[in-house]
């Protein structure tokens, strides 16, 4: 990038720094997404389900399980509401 006149050093520490923020929100995204995940197979979704309800693959179903959370998961609710599927659409079935 010809033209930047500020130092290099500078310009890696500050991109590093705005590195780091967002990698610790995209984690906290991805606890998020892995407790929902399993809330709805607590709920009664099958792996299938949720895959198509999120529009991935079962495969990355199972990624999204198996990732390690950073938090504490909450405890599965003891009644579960009446299971719907919401398609990215936003309709039911």
Same mark, same amino acid.
């Given at each position: 990038m010809a033209g930047? %006149?500020?130092d290099p050093w500078l310009r890696?520490?500050? /991109?590093? *720094? *705005?590195m780091d %923020?967002? $990698? +610790? +929100?995209? +984690?906290? $995204? /991805?606890d998020e997404r892995a407790l929902a995940v399993? *809330? $709805?197979l607590a709920r009664g979704f099958t792996r299938a389900e949720v895959a198509r309800g999120l529009g991935?693959? &079962? /495969? #990355? #179903?199972? %990624?999204? $399980?198996k990732r390690p959370l950073d938090r504490l998961a909450p405890q599965t609710p003891a009644a579960a &509401? *009446?299971? %719907?599927l919401?398609?990215?659409?936003?309709?039911?079935s």
């Open positions: 930047r %006149k500020s890696a520490r500050m /991109a590093t *720094e *705005e %923020k967002h $990698l +610790a +929100a995209i +984690a906290g $995204l /991805a399993r *809330e $709805l991935v693959t &079962p /495969a #990355v #179903v199972t %990624k999204i $399980l &509401p *009446e299971r %719907k919401v398609t990215i659409s936003g309709t039911t």
